[in-house]
């Protein structure tokens, strides 16, 4: 009896990590009925972090009510277990709760994301885990800030922070958050260069202030800065967010005896080897020689991701598909079962 690892991508604005897995795994045995199939919800620390850790460590979803990235009120969910929380700053701070024409990243708050903070402390949780990614921000964190000190609450010296990304890039700075992410969030040119001249003038005060200076540190320049505010105020301890999830779920022992893994995204490219999910859980999987097939919605760069060390690249739609057709979760979910053909 064969088995499969099925830990895939969320397909973004299509299936969740969750349903593409489901997928696969029928279409796995549908053809292979004696198969042992292995489904692990997985995440890099944006879309269906929350979802993904909760399906990895169990406990219990929390619901506040918070400030979307316009502080309007909302309700956005965070889990814990034990005194643990894992929180995902887009359910708070997300680009996906604006309409393309609200986003302005010159006015968007990571305030929502203070307040999960803030409450998970108030509830007696010792280790903050969050994942940045999907922000709709580019604050600096300075919302987030802004929400604790609100909320009157001291933050003990006991209360470890752990943030989740695969975001390397610092601060400021040609390669800082607002020159590579901000376009993707609303802002023009000039605004872009006013979020950095504005982020640097932020970082500077705050070395002052502390003494020390985290705005070069990798992942500074995650979540609009949010990084930043969690390296520089929380001491935070950066990881690999797809590390700290395969650590958490015990990947290793898992492939142990794994004949195949398939792992997968939206669109697969030469991008997919800069620390995307994939190519970490590639790297996992060649450590214990488990071969490693790729799907995806578009392929590109096939060669360089065969030469990577994919043993197959399958792209899921048929050639000339209409990408709206494609886009539909049932047809999503119909290529996906038809291309898991495994041997």
Known sequence: MKKIIVAIDSFKGCLTSAEANQAASEGILARMPEAEVVQVPVSDGGEGFLEAFRAAMGGSIVKVNVKDPLMRTIVAPYLIQGETAVIEMAKASGLMLLEPDERNPMAATSYGTGQLVADAVRRGCRHIIVGLGGSATSDCGTGMLEAIEDSKLKIESDVRFTIATDVTNPLCGENGAAFIFAPQKGATPEQVAALDARAKRFAEASARRLGRDCQ????????????????????????????????????????????????????????????????????????????????????????????????????????????????????????????????
């Open 216 to 343: 070069h540190m990798a992942g500074a320049g995650s979540a609009g800065g949010l990084g930043y505010a969690f390296l520089q105020y929380m001491n935070a301890d950066c990881q690999s967010g797809i590390d700290l999830l395969m650590d958490t779920i015990r990947f290793d022992n898992l492939l142990q005896d794994a004949d195949l893994v398939i792992t997968g995204e939206g669109a697969a490219d030469r991008q997919t080897m800069m620390g995307k999910l994939p190519f970490g859980i590639l790297k996992r999987a060649q450590r214990q020689h488990v071969p490693v097939m790729l799907i995806a919605g578009r392929i590109a760069d096939e060669q360089l991701l065969v030469d990577a060390g994919f043993t197959r690249v399958v792209c899921i739609n048929p050639p000339g598909l209409p990408l709206e057709k494609a886009m539909q979760p049932a047809t999503a979910k119909e290529h996906i079962r038809r291309a898991v053909v495994v041997n």
